[in-house]
């Protein structure tokens, strides 16, 4: 039995006119791959948003709706513990897709989200909470899927679900979610980790994170296919091609991925600004010819991180620059500029830390600096002020900035 792993196509996504076809693009090769498969998995944000335009709808119900032009390559389904609905037979009698919504897709309880659109269109079927079991020239996979829900009751909801391993079948989870140390978002820690996944799955698929790997998880191989489209531009990204994921099952258990041929390439590079001769623009074409691009159809992506300190830069020099060095890329310019003032507060904290001083000495330099810098008189002790301050007396202190007390007798 072989089955194809897709997860986070965005549909609709677009960071720019130039790369709005990408995502359905990407989606349509996957699919195309995975035709050769007996099921399709998808684990999640199959839509970048919860309420797609027509267009984006039109576009991506021609790419589902491939599986329903293949014959039903032998797999049946055996079991699920979800009531399923009549034109769920649709995608049975063909390619069995199912899926699960991810946290683009997520909506409030009691409403349809996309991914069940497609459900009700017969495109797939949508799992949450549920088991669904498949068989193939005696051979049985147990499909146990959780959809994406907050990722602070991820734990709480995926225990008390407690889905368990059944016997003589090959248990696949799927889930789509922040599991640590693949840290999504730090604005929502994730309650799920490595090693509070439930145990005893042949593999647990996980959705969400956009770069794809691979590992051991105590007998368990724990399979993220990432993003079938760039939507962060990150240096991750840059690092990792866009793939499917591929599980076969005979003799042995083999899981790999293959990568997407179509993809657009994307280069994430840092430019340290010199102070030179050459213009912005000329040292960002430097930079951009020691670039090997392949040969494609598709114009790469390079984002170049500007580091330096110049802070005369405007977002608007930027772009210019950027739309007259279109020819042989997608240019992505951004800013990361650190001031004068910034620099040498970073070069007072990186020697105060070489002195090796103590946390109260390292206060009580810094203190010293910044009422330096901004003219404080110096004819009070700076070690008494320090006191006051660490003694939560800043009123004290502030009368004594300010010259409304003028000698530290009344606070000895």
Known sequence: MRISVLSDLHFGYSYMQQLENDS?????????????????????????????????????????SQPLLRDNPGIKMVECDKQLKDISQRTLNHIPVVAIHGNHERLMKGDINTVESLENAGLLIHLHLNTIIFEKDGVKVAVHAMSSVPERYAKEVLDKWNPKPIEGCVNILVLHQSIDPYVYSPLEPPSLSLSNLPRGFDIIINGHLHGHNMEKLDGSVFMMPGSTVITQFEKNEAASDKVIGRIDIGTDLKVDFEPLGTNRKFYY???????????????VERKLS?????????????????????????????????????????LLL???????????KRELLRNLREQKLSVEELGLNILRTNLD????????????????????????????????????????
């Open 290 to 330: 020691q670039i090997v691009f392949p040969d494609g159809n598709k114009k790469p992506v390079v984002k170049l991180k500007l580091k330096g300190r110049d802070t005369s830069i405007l977002d608007a020099d930027l772009r210019n620059i950027e739309s007259k060095l279109n020819d042989k890329a997608i």
């Open 373 to 412: 810098e901004l003219g404080a008189k110096n004819d009070f002790d700076y070690d008494t002020m320090f006191h006051l301050l660490s003694e939560d007396q800043t009123e004290s202190a502030l009368n004594i900035l300010i010259g409304q007390q003028t000698t530290l007798q009344a606070f000895k």
């Open 334 to 344: 951004v800013k990361e500029i650190e001031s004068q003032e910034l620099s040498e």
């Open 24 to 64: 359905f693009e990407n989606a349509d090769e996957a699919v195309q791959k995975a035709l050769d498969s007996d099921l399709i998995i998808i684990a999640g944000d199959v839509f970048d948003i919860r309420a797609p335009r027509t267009q984006t709808w039109g576009k991506s119900l021609k790419i589902l």
């Open 269 to 283: 590079e840092n430019l340290e600004l010199e102070q030179t001769s050459l213009t912005l623009r000329e040292q």
